[in-house]
């Protein structure tokens, strides 16, 4: 099957189009600005800020920003900020982890003045992040993940996080709970040690109220594949399987599908109760509106991260409100409640700690011995590798 | 080349191509105007329109810092593209562009970790040929199904693709992954020095004049040399060049080769210039760009390098659009779109106007049997 | 609720599932496709299509489930579609039968044009909930849920599988599919036979888009169910393979899209019974399957046969 080009009358359509493409280019913008007059754009000295002035912060999100999901609650966060008359923030969706990113934060940083920048998501940071940090000491970059290091990477580069699993975990108790097959499914994109500790705090939670359920955990290989997420979701509810939770960017068609086959369902990043009206028992959401305002304070005042008046690393819980529970589901019964308050109360105050041993992995090896307590700022939580006990999967 | 001779139809190669721009943008602009559309002050939406306008070539060519992203966003589809134009040459369909990437950025990593921290431009050679060979051999074993087996080069191509990123997933998240790459899986990272740095003097990097050069060599293989001409001739008509005692399988294979390997130093490029390392990332289809940068730019090398520009600057406008006037993301997938619809449009419309029709060349004057009254006498 | 595990059977049974449930668009598409190719011209653009169809589809069916129920409305939808289909069709006819204007650059043009209306018009459809279409329970002689669950078709999936050998009698029995696989095999005769190529061109484009939309409202209103800018997994563009695969033959078209909506389920379906590794690998497998028969079954002479002859050419 050719392509019916046909090389003898091309020739002199070749110099047709390279005359065409030229003039296209140039006709696309008088080019006369180009060369001439335009001195290189300063690099530094742009964006720093004083007290009390207008700041500009700009949020960059690898996906739409009405994704039910991860995205859309970076963009709640920010439209929390709208109550702060003396912040503008300019947002951009569907930003790839590429050289794109790049350039957004340059074209934040240079065209609409931008004094902060919020990356949201992982594949940012290296080396996108720390390249433009290089680039622009004067203007604050600040990550959501957990990966900035003292000492390693720029000074005006930082790091906030919430531990979302103190949410999952109660919601793992209400689901520990509500099931009545004892089969838990939850469906991950990756397993990295972020959505790792999720399922392990989930199950830990079901195994609370439950000591016999078991969490079937299914890969789909991307942050948003809605067809490996329905199947997933299918296979699972064939496989006896009655409450699904998931980590994936948008859990819109996990919730969907679970209330379709008439199971139970646990949301995660934002609230999905309007999907599951039967089904939704209640879900781990994010509350960055908190976060972002607190930034939002410190810019106005003044700080910044090179001279240490705003920290470099931010994480917080349900106790610092960086996080919320949704509201319970019609299915949930009044016992689970009382348990999940108490659950959730023990957390805020501290007592309750989520990672203590003696703690095996699903292969029976012991990944936390008796007496040690991992708290949820400990670092070796970070680098979390294995699955625990009662979680059918495989981490590789 | 300032020959006047056929100044018509010059003039059209100017004129049409300008025209659909333009007309491209008004289309463009019409849509703005009722998305942006405030009903109670259509003088502002209007003006609105114009702002948008602005906004487009500003941040696409409208200053060093703007021309520069469009630079960048330009390099790899230059080369991307070659992986398509080339086979249209000889009459196939490749779409394989992506894949051909993806595993020319596995062989770079592959070669750069196994090197290590040696003389930066050894290294930069060595991944750089590592690369080439990889794409090469994707794309040349498309040519060796179609040849060998008849398998039709656009599926097998496109099946290649997916089969690609499979492998990239597989790897960066196995055998190659770096351990402390927790939170994004990738490989090591490769030493700082011997990643490709920027032309001096600006941010763009040594990927551009790689993309720039391979469409000139690309340009003058096709267009200059004895191997070009029999792929031209086997790709007008295969039994005549059979005939004729070309050898369409080797020609084939070796298009093909060619074309892959232009894509797999493409996917060099992303690993050695931009990210330093492989993952997930270097799926950001360029591949697919590539392919429509290619067909406009109707598989002429130069041609494509231009149009890759064009493409770059589109591209890198629609920032500006989402941040100052709420524009969704959408909006220049749309913009694009109709650019290229309209551009493809205007390939008809030459020939159809009289005013660009170059006239007959006047009859030459037969000499006079006599000799004409002199003027002088 | 009963739910009890059914052990190993899970595995065939979710690829059973997956081919009943996956298959549809991909069968509408390349439908369509084939259609399209029989009168000899290419769509490329059916990504942008499929796209299209599955937010039309969607937001009709959000929008009029107020005023015409929810029973309705999904079909007021899938009819929807259909008709966005056709403009999509009409333009892509319109420009692709222009002189000089080659096939496959168009479509490409069409799938960024018809992905970018899609996603524009569709922002404001992501939220909302729409209502889906029915399913036929044809597992209602099963008391295992997963078995019931697997055996629910859609009365979409039941049209594709009519149309198909409809298509295959129409093609090979009755005076249009003689004025179609002329024109697509050597215009010179159609004309001379006095239909006109364009005319006929025009309306097996747009009818080929009509059936890709309805591939793309089964996605939305369906199978995964749910609008957002990730629900093609390329459907689209994997239908023109299909095409060529199925050798232009509309029931090996049937068979194709089978294979590939079962391929599909394959990943997935090892894991939910516990086989874990290499799921990327896994989860590439139809492509890698369509790849190991092409080369299996193909060979130098018989790479094109069933090929309309004017497919390629202006």
């Known amino acids: 099957m050719g392509l019916g080009v046909n090389s003898r009358s091309s020739f002199r359509m070749r110099r047709r189009q390279v005359l065409r493409g030229l003039l296209a280019t140039s006709a696309f913008g008088a080019t006369s600005q180009i060369w001439t007059g335009c001195s290189q754009q300063p690099e530094a000295g742009s964006g720093s800020p004083t007290?009390?002035?207008?700041?500009?912060?700009?949020?960059?999100?690898?996906?739409?920003?009405?994704?039910?999901?991860?995205?859309?609650?970076?963009?709640?966060?920010?439209?929390?900020?709208?109550?702060?008359?003396?912040?503008?923030?300019?947002?951009?969706?569907?930003?790839?982890?590429t050289t794109s990113v790049?350039?957004?934060?340059?074209?934040?940083?240079?065209?609409?003045?931008?004094?902060?920048?919020?990356?949201?998501?992982?594949?940012?940071?290296?080396?996108?992040?720390?390249?433009?940090?290089?680039?622009?000491?004067?203007?604050?970059?600040?990550?959501?993940?957990?990966?900035?290091?003292?000492?390693?990477?720029?000074?005006?580069?930082?790091?906030?996080?919430?531990?979302?699993?103190?949410a999952q975990y109660i919601a793992g108790i209400v689901a520990g709970l509500t099931s009545k097959a004892g089969k838990l499914g939850f469906i991950a994109a990756k397993p990295i040690p972020q959505v790792l500790r999720n399922i392990n705090s989930f199950t830990l939670g079901a195994r609370s109220a439950n000591p016999?359920?078991?969490?079937?955990?299914?890969?789909?290989?991307?942050?948003?594949?809605?067809?490996?997420?329905?199947?997933?979701?299918?296979?699972?509810?064939?496989?006896?399987?009655?409450?699904?939770?998931?980590?994936?960017?948008?859990?819109?068609?996990?919730?969907?599908?679970?209330?379709?086959?008439?199971?139970?369902?646990?949301?995660?990043?934002?609230?999905?109760?309007?999907?599951?009206?039967?089904?939704?028992?209640?879900g781990a959401e994010w509350n960055w509106a908190t976060v972002y305002s607190q930034y939002a304070e410190w810019l106005n005042a003044g700080k910044t991260l090179t001279d240490g008046g705003i920290p470099h690393l931010i994480r917080g819980g349900l106790k610092e409100a960086f996080l919320k529970l949704s509201d319970y589901g019609p299915a949930v019964s009044e016992d689970a409640k009382k348990m999940a308050e108490a659950a959730k109360a023990k957390l805020m105050d501290g007592s309750l700690v989520v990672y203590k041993g003696e703690l095996k992995d699903n292969t029976g090896k012991v990944v936390i011995p008796a007496g040690k307590e991992l708290k949820q700022q400990d670092v070796e939580l970070e680098k979390m590798n294995w699955l625990v006990e009662g979680v059918i999967g495989k981490v590789s | 080349m300032l020959n006047l001779n056929h100044w018509r139809s010059k003039l059209e190669a100017v004129v049409i191509p300008v025209a659909a721009l333009l007309f491209a943008l008004i289309l463009f602009g019409i849509f703005c105007f009722f998305v942006l559309l405030d009903p109670k002050n259509i003088g502002q939406s209007i003006a609105q329109v114009f702002q948008v306008y602005g906004s487009i070539y500003k941040a696409a060519f409208g200053s060093w810092f703007s021309l520069q992203n469009t630079l960048i966003r330009a390099a790899p589809l230059m080369l991307s593209a070659l992986c398509?134009?080339?086979?249209?040459?000889?009459?196939?369909?490749?779409?394989?562009?992506?894949?051909?990437?993806?595993?020319?950025?596995?062989?770079?990593?592959?070669?750069?970790?196994?090197?290590?921290?040696?003389?930066?431009?050894?290294?930069?050679?060595?991944?750089?040929?590592?690369?080439?060979?990889?794409?090469?051999?994707?794309?040349?074993?498309?040519?060796?199904?179609?040849?060998?087996?008849?398998?039709?080069?656009?599926?097998?191509?496109?099946?290649?693709?997916?089969i690609a990123i499979a492998l990239l997933n597989q790897l960066v998240n196995g055998p190659m992954k770096d351990p402390s790459s927790l939170n994004k899986p990738s490989t090591y990272p490769l030493p700082e020095a011997v990643m490709l740095g920027s032309i001096p003097g600006t941010r763009v990097h040594y990927g551009l004049i790689y993309g720039l050069l391979a469409?000139?060599?690309?340009?003058?293989?096709?267009?200059?040399?004895?191997?070009?001409?029999?792929?031209?001739?086997?790709?007008?008509?295969?039994?005549?060049?059979?005939?004729?005692?070309?050898?369409?399988?080797?020609?084939?294979?070796?298009?093909?080769?060619?074309?892959?390997?232009?894509?797999?130093?493409?996917?060099?490029?992303?690993?050695?210039?931009?990210?330093?390392?492989?993952?997930?990332?270097?799926?950001?289809?360029?591949?697919?760009?590539?392919?429509?940068?290619?067909?406009?730019?109707?598989?002429?090398?130069?041609?494509?390098?231009?149009?890759?520009?064009?493409?770059?600057?589109?591209?890198?406008?629609?920032?500006?659009?989402?941040?100052?006037?709420?524009?969704?993301?959408?909006?220049?997938?749309?913009?694009?779109?109709?650019?290229?619809?309209?551009?493809?449009?205007?390939?008809?419309?030459?020939?159809?106007?009289?005013?660009?029709?170059?006239?007959?060349?006047?009859?030459?004057?037969?000499?006079?049997?006599?000799?004409?009254?002199?003027?002088?006498? | 609720m009963a739910t009890e595990s059914i052990g190993w059977w899970g595995a065939p049974l979710a690829i059973l599932a997956g081919t009943l449930r996956g298959s549809a668009p991909f069968l509408f598409v390349s439908l369509g496709e084939c259609l399209t190719e029989k009168s000899g011209k290419m769509n490329w653009g059916l990504e942008g299509v499929l796209l299209t169809g599955a937010m039309s589809a969607y937001a009709i069916s959000c929008l009029t489930q107020q005023s015409v129920g929810p029973v309705l409305a999904p079909w007021l939808g899938v009819l929807a579609a259909g008709c966005a289909g056709m403009v999509l069709g009409f333009i892509h006819a319109w420009l692709s039968q222009q002189p000089k204007v080659n096939d496959i650059a168009v479509g490409i043009a069409m799938i960024t044009f018809g992905s970018g209306v899609a996603f524009f018009f569709g922002k404001p459809f992501i939220q909302p909930d729409a209502p889906q279409l029915p399913g036929i329970p044809l597992g209602f002689w099963s008391s295992l849920a997963p078995v019931q669950s697997a055996l629910r078709i859609c009365p979409l999936f039941v049209l594709g599988v009519i149309i198909a050998p409809l298509m295959y009698w129409f093609f090979k029995s009755t005076r249009w599919g003689l004025f179609v696989r002329a024109v697509g095999d050597s215009p010179d005769a159609a004309l001379a036979m006095g239909v006109s190529t364009t005319r006929v061109r025009m309306i097996c484009i747009v009818a080929g888009s009509f059936l890709a939309a309805i591939g793309g409202a089964y996605l939305s209103l369906y199978y995964p169910g749910s609008w957002s800018?990730?629900?093609?997994?390329?459907?689209?563009?994997?239908?023109?393979?299909?095409?060529?695969?199925?050798?232009?033959?509309?029931?090996?078209?049937?068979?194709?899209?089978?294979?590939?909506?079962?391929?599909?389920?394959?990943?997935?379906?090892?894991?939910?019974?516990?086989?874990?590794?290499?799921?990327?690998?896994?989860?590439?497998?139809?492509?890698?399957?369509?790849?190991?028969?092409?080369?299996?079954?193909?060979?130098?002479?018989?790479?094109?046969?069933?090929?309309?002859?004017?497919?390629?050419?202006?």
């Open chain 1, 51 to 97: 007290a009390g002035q207008q700041v500009t912060m700009g949020f960059i999100y690898v996906g739409p920003k009405d994704d039910f999901g991860y995205n859309q609650a970076h963009h709640e966060g920010k439209e929390g900020l709208s109550k702060l008359a003396w912040v503008k923030s300019v947002e951009e969706a569907n930003v790839p982890e």
């Open chain 1, 102 to 166: 790049e350039e957004t934060m340059r074209n934040m940083i240079e065209q609409d003045g931008a004094v902060a920048i919020f990356p949201t998501s992982f594949g940012y940071f290296d080396p996108h992040i720390l390249k433009l940090a290089k680039d622009y000491p004067n203007v604050q970059f600040f990550h959501c993940g957990g990966l900035y290091q003292e000492g390693i990477h720029p000074k005006n580069v930082g790091s906030y996080f919430g531990y979302i699993d103190e």
């Open chain 1, 212 to 282: 016999k359920v078991t969490t079937q955990v299914i890969f789909t290989g991307d942050w948003s594949l809605p067809v490996k997420e329905a199947e997933a979701a299918n296979s699972l509810a064939d496989q006896g399987i009655d409450v699904l939770t998931c980590h994936v960017d948008s859990p819109k068609v996990v919730v969907e599908t679970a209330e379709r086959r008439k199971i139970f369902s646990s949301g995660y990043h934002a609230s999905q109760a309007s999907l599951a009206p039967n089904g939704y028992l209640t």
């Open chain 2, 84 to 162: 398509t134009a080339l086979p249209a040459r000889l009459g196939l369909g490749i779409i394989g562009n992506e894949g051909a990437i993806v595993v020319g950025g596995l062989a770079a990593i592959a070669t750069g970790l196994t090197l290590g921290n040696i003389t930066p431009l050894v290294s930069q050679v060595a991944m750089a040929l590592a690369a080439l060979a990889a794409g090469g051999v994707w794309i040349g074993a498309v040519g060796a199904l179609r040849h060998y087996r008849g398998v039709n080069e656009t599926i097998s191509s496109l099946l290649l693709n997916y």
């Open chain 2, 215 to 377: 469409c000139a060599i690309a340009y003058f293989l096709i267009q200059h040399t004895t191997f070009g001409f029999a792929a031209r001739t086997a790709g007008g008509n295969v039994k005549a060049a059979r005939i004729a005692g070309l050898p369409v399988g080797k020609l084939t294979i070796l298009i093909c080769a060619l074309a892959g390997s232009c894509a797999g130093l493409a996917g060099m490029v992303e690993v050695a210039a931009v990210h330093g390392r492989a993952n997930e990332s270097l799926n950001a289809n360029y591949g697919y760009s590539g392919i429509l940068v290619a067909f406009i730019a109707r598989h002429n090398p130069l041609a494509a390098a231009v149009v890759a520009i064009l493409l770059g600057g589109i591209l890198a406008s629609g920032g500006i659009l989402q941040r100052n006037y709420q524009l969704p993301d959408a909006t220049i997938l749309v913009f694009q779109g109709l650019v290229f619809l309209v551009v493809l449009y205007s390939e008809s419309l030459y020939g159809r106007f009289r005013l660009f029709r170059d006239r007959p060349a006047p009859p030459p004057v037969a000499p006079l049997a006599t000799a004409p009254p002199s003027l002088s006498a």
């Open chain 3, 229 to 314: 800018e990730r629900v093609s997994s390329g459907q689209g563009l994997m239908a023109v393979a299909l095409v060529i695969f199925a050798r232009w033959n509309p029931l090996q078209c049937l068979y194709a899209s089978l294979l590939f909506g079962g391929a599909q389920a394959i990943g997935p379906a090892l894991q939910a019974v516990g086989v874990d590794s290499y799921y990327y690998l896994f989860n590439a497998s139809p492509y890698i399957l369509t790849l190991i028969l092409m080369i299996a079954t193909c060979s130098q002479k018989r790479t094109l046969t069933g090929a309309p002859g004017a497919l390629g050419t202006q």
